[in-house]
Antibody, heavy 121, light 107 residues
Framework: QVQLVESGGGVVQPGKSVRLSCVASGFTFRAFAMHWVRQAPGKGLEWVGYIWYDGYNKYYADSVRGRFTMSRDNSKNTLYLFMKDLKPEDTAVYYC??????????????WGQGTLVTASS | SYDLTQPPSVSVSPGQTARITCAGDKLGDKSVSWFQQKPGQSPVLVIYRGIKRPSGIPERFSGSNSGNTATLTISGAQAMDEADYYCQAWDSFSAAVFGGGTKLTVL
C-alpha cells in the first residue's frame, strides 16, 4: 500500500532554514509528480507547490516562491522541501502528497501524516 | 488569484442527505477534488475529477460540478462522516487552490 512518511519538522528560529523529507513506498515513486501542502494550526489547507516526476519542472505558491525549494531523489524514493528565511506564518503541519500522474497536476491521491514546523524564537 | 468559497458549516441529522457546495468562477470548467479531514488526521481524497470516487470510498459520497458550483453530496450521512471537507481546483497557472473548508456535523 502507498505510504508517505514526512520528517524533519521541529522548532526553528525565524530567519533560519530547515529541510523536510518525505519517504515514499508502495508505488513507483519516480513515475509520479509530488506535492507539498501545509496547514497552519486550526486553519485550512494551503498548497505549497509540486514537482514533476523527473524533477524537471516545479511550481510554487506565491507565498513561498523564492524561499522554498522542492527537490527529489528518485533513487532514494524521497521528496524534499528546503525552507529558508522562515517566518512565523510558515508555522504549520507540512504534508507531502502523491499526484495521480507524472507531470501533473491531476489530483492528490494519497497524503502523508504530516510533520509540524514551528517558526518561533 | 482564483478563489473557492465554501460554507463554514453544514449540519444534518443521521440518515439525511448532506450537501456541501464550493463556488468559483467557471468552476464547472475545472477538475475539482474533495478531501475529508477528521480531527488529528491527514486529508483523504473522497472525490476527484468532479464526480469520480476512489476505491474504498463509500457509495454514499458523490460529486457534481456545473457552472460556478461544485457540490459534494453525502447520501444518508452517518456519524462517522463528521469531518472538515475541502474542495480543491487548479488555477490557470497549475497552482492548487483550496476552499476554506466546511465543518460537517451529523447529529
Amino acid at each position: 500500500q502507498v505510504q508517505l512518511v514526512e520528517s524533519g519538522g521541529g522548532v526553528v528560529q525565524p530567519g533560519k532554514s530547515v529541510r523536510l523529507s518525505c519517504v515514499a513506498s508502495g508505488f513507483t515513486f519516480r513515475a509520479f509528480a509530488m506535492h507539498w501542502v501545509r496547514q497552519a494550526p486550526g486553519k485550512g489547507l494551503e498548497w505549497v507547490g509540486y514537482i514533476w516526476y523527473d524533477g524537471y519542472n516545479k511550481y510554487y505558491a506565491d507565498s513561498v516562491r523564492g524561499r522554498f525549494t522542492m527537490s527529489r531523489d528518485n533513487s532514494k524514493n524521497t521528496l524534499y522541501l528546503f525552507m529558508k528565511d522562515l517566518k512565523p506564518e510558515d508555522t504549520a503541519v507540512y504534508y507531502c502528497a502523491k499526484d495521480a500522474v507524472g507531470e501533473g497536476p491531476d489530483y492528490l491521491e494519497y497524503w502523508g501524516q504530516g510533520t509540524l514546523v514551528t517558526a518561533s524564537s | 488569484s482564483y478563489d473557492l468559497t465554501q460554507p463554514p458549516s453544514v449540519s444534518v441529522s443521521p440518515g439525511q442527505t448532506a450537501r456541501i457546495t464550493c463556488a468559483g468562477d467557471k468552476l464547472g470548467d475545472k477538475s475539482v477534488s474533495w478531501f475529508q479531514q477528521k480531527p488529528g488526521q491527514s486529508p483523504v481524497l473522497v472525490i476527484y475529477r468532479g464526480i469520480k470516487r476512489p476505491s474504498g470510498i463509500p457509495e454514499r459520497f458523490s460529486g457534481s460540478n456545473s457552472g460556478n458550483t461544485a457540490t459534494l453530496t453525502i447520501s444518508g450521512a452517518q456519524a462517522m462522516d463528521e469531518a472538515d471537507y475541502y474542495c480543491q481546483a487548479w488555477d490557470s497557472f497549475s497552482a492548487a487552490v483550496f476552499g476554506g473548508g466546511t465543518k460537517l456535523t451529523v447529529l
